[in-house]
């Protein structure tokens, strides 16, 4: 029975409809020596057509097409700037987010149908995109049309893909294992490509680096980078890292979560990035509250803990780990819990406590003196001022709620593990960093959408009925 089940998940991995995504990364970074700059707009159409494709394939194979190309994308678009230039507008990462757009027009064909199911889920969404078009309305009043589009595409992209994707999710649960077998893969690739970075940063990631607004990836020394992988920024890349060992740790077998597992959290550490360590502690946690998950948390929680003990005793990474550790039992000495309070009191005492929003044109933070943006309380406030903000920040932690009442809802090993996600997204996430926008808002509405399946509950409507890509069998 255990043959015929790896040779179908064999089968599966060979048939899988990422591929052609695997390929354009590829290809994009093979053509960037020889084309220049003119791969970046032929990168980022290229992704809008992938997209096209993968639905077309399963949501399966477009939600793992969409793991792959945001966590190898920055990589690709490093590799062509150094070689073509510093981008600024780093127009290849809207590429990732044409790719999550595409679903939404099938999406938008049931909206028209008149036998369309009752979806109370979506009003949640649709206040949320309603906050999106006042925050870029914002920006367009202060002509600033690049940002307005730029930051719109950003906050907008993620909320139309989880409306898509909320109509193929189902208490089966098939999305969140094909994103779990995408993890099985990415996890080991990033992690080992982690420490290489950690311990000799390579010319793409070091031109990178110095020109770069970003503040937050160390120096480009050996031993001395905040680890982002082949991600945009230690946050994403920490983000990412701790969902798909959640993922790997409860829905794959052992021997495969701890294969994965063992590079990725090592990696993971060198990040240096705790509020991914305190969401992923949080998670397992409450995995350990409920019987069908308890096993694996405990396993979980003895793997993380011998990967602690194994980088903390490797010295190259010693010192810089338990340093980190020990400040999160030094609140006095703790600078960023410092400043992002510091961020709250700024809000507060500026003129007009931005009560009407600055919209999505912000200040570089790599500019002296610019205030950084932590947390989805801080990104809502600023963006869209005290009123609106909060509208948008209630949708939000409303959302997070729906998703985490999974667990209860559907009590299943999948349904406690993408609970969790929520509650470490309630919790950690959105008090110190935002889920709002680029990749980790992806992934969040990625999660959400699967918690809240449309075929749940007595009554629901069968997935049959509704409009679904072509092949769901998936990868």
Known sequence: MN??????????????????????????????????????????????????????????AHVQSAILLFAFAPFVRRLVDVVAGFDPSSIMLSGPLLFIVAPFPSFWSLLASKDRPSNPWLVLPVIILACVVYGAALSIFQNDWFNAANGGMK????????????????????????????????????????IWQYVDPQSWDQFWMVNASITSVGYPLPYMVRVFSTMNAPASYATFTATGLLLVGFLRPGWQALAASVPAAIGLLLSLYRTSWIALA???????????????????????????IAAIAFAPFSDVITSRFESLGSVSNDSSGTERLDEFVTLWNAPDSTVIGRGFTVTDV????AMPIDGQIIASWVTMGIPVGLVCLAAYIWTGLWAASAAWRMPLREGVVLGALAVGALLVQMPLTSVSSGEVSALFWMCVAMACPIDQGAGAVETSALPTPNNQTGA
């Open 3 to 60: 043959q015929d089940r790896i040779k179908s998940e064999a089968f599966a991995f060979l048939a899988a409809g990422w591929w052609p995504t695997a390929l354009l990364l590829a290809g994009t970074a093979a053509a960037g020596p020889v084309l220049g700059g003119l791969v970046r707009p032929i990168f980022v159409l290229g992704c809008a057509v992938a997209g096209w494709f993968a639905w077309r394939r399963s949501a399966e």
């Open 155 to 194: 906050w907008a992209a993620p909320v139309l893909y989880a409306m898509a994707l909320q109509q193929q999710a189902d208490s089966r649960f098939a999305l969140a294992h094909a994103m779990a077998r995408m993890f099985l893969i990415v996890l080991p690739i990033t992690g080992l490509y982690g």
């Open 282 to 308: 949080v998670c397992v946690l409450f995995c350990m509250l409920f019987q069908q998950t308890r096993k694996r948390a405990l396993a979980t929680t003895i793997g993380i803990a011998c990967a602690v």
């Open 366 to 369: 790599g500019v002296a003196g």
